[in-house]
């Protein structure tokens, strides 16, 4: 490993989440533009955001420099991720953030608001099986308001097309590959960095005993998480952008 973050910098963790993510999402920051871009057309430039399964606040982030106006509401239980977040954030009165489980029935109880404008989600609910998911996707229904939006991006893989999938992959891996000879930092990595700062010791030991080494899930295509969204009562349900690995399924109250 090359990367070093010495201290509790929270924007050096910030940052070094962001580059290890990237190992993995060249177009992350593309995937973020376009989502923030139906934001603006859907709900306009000073929406109430549900940052769901935010991890160190990265929707938040790019939000709240997008538009001054905005306020966030930051989920997630894993107790690490949510530190960087509090500590990244701290003296930011336009965010805040709460631990709860998705999957606990009662979630939604711990939140400071009733409704929301939007709900935004990326790399994240794939740790979710499809039961699950459709069960969340239930719960977010009376959460966003009449004409507000749910987006998702995510791992979304089209089981119809194996051999694209299989080609892709291949490629992919081999880049990632390149990256990791050239310094960048996995999953794995990352974690061992952030278990030896001793403010995040305690958290990522936590955070450990809760997931695993990685959650399991499902990553099931767009087209199911459309369908699903829209068996959950939201109008209208559709992709609005893709790249050959992953897709941002958009759906409007």
Not at 170 to 187: C, I, L, P, Q, S
């Amino acid at each position: 490993m090359t990367e070093h973050v010495t201290g509790t910098d929270w924007q050096s963790w910030q940052q070094s989440w962001d580059r290890q993510q990237e190992w993995y999402l060249p177009d992350r920051e593309e995937r973020f533009g376009v989502m923030l871009d139906m934001v603006e057309a859907l709900v306009g430039t000073e929406p109430r955001v549900l940052d769901l399964a935010c991890g160190t606040g990265t929707i938040s982030d790019r939000l709240l420099k997008r538009f001054p106006k905005a306020e966030s509401v930051g989920v997630d239980l894993d107790p690490a991720l949510l530190a960087i977040a509090e500590g990244y954030f701290e003296g930011e009165d336009r965010v805040r953030f709460v631990r709860a489980d998705l999957k606990d029935p009662r979630w939604t109880e711990a939140l400071p608001h009733d409704s929301y404008d939007a709900v935004l989600t990326a790399t994240a609910l794939h740790w979710l099986y499809s039961d699950d998911l459709r069960t969340l996707y239930g719960q977010l229904g009376p959460l966003v308001r009449g004409g507000g939006v749910f987006m998702n991006a995510d791992h979304m893989p089209d089981e119809a097309t194996p051999r694209i999938n299989a080609a892709e992959r291949e490629f992919r891996h081999r880049r990632m590959d390149r990256a990791k000879e050239a310094g960048a930092v996995d999953w794995a990595g990352w974690w061992q960095l952030a278990a030896a700062d001793p403010r995040l010791a305690g958290p990522t030991a936590e955070r450990f005993e809760i997931y695993g080494e990685h959650a399991d899930g499902d990553t099931p295509s767009a087209a199911w998480h459309a369908q699903a969204l829209r068996d959950a009562g939201f109008g209208e349900a559709r992709t609005v952008w893709s790249s050959p690995s992953d897709a941002l399924v958009l759906a409007l109250k």
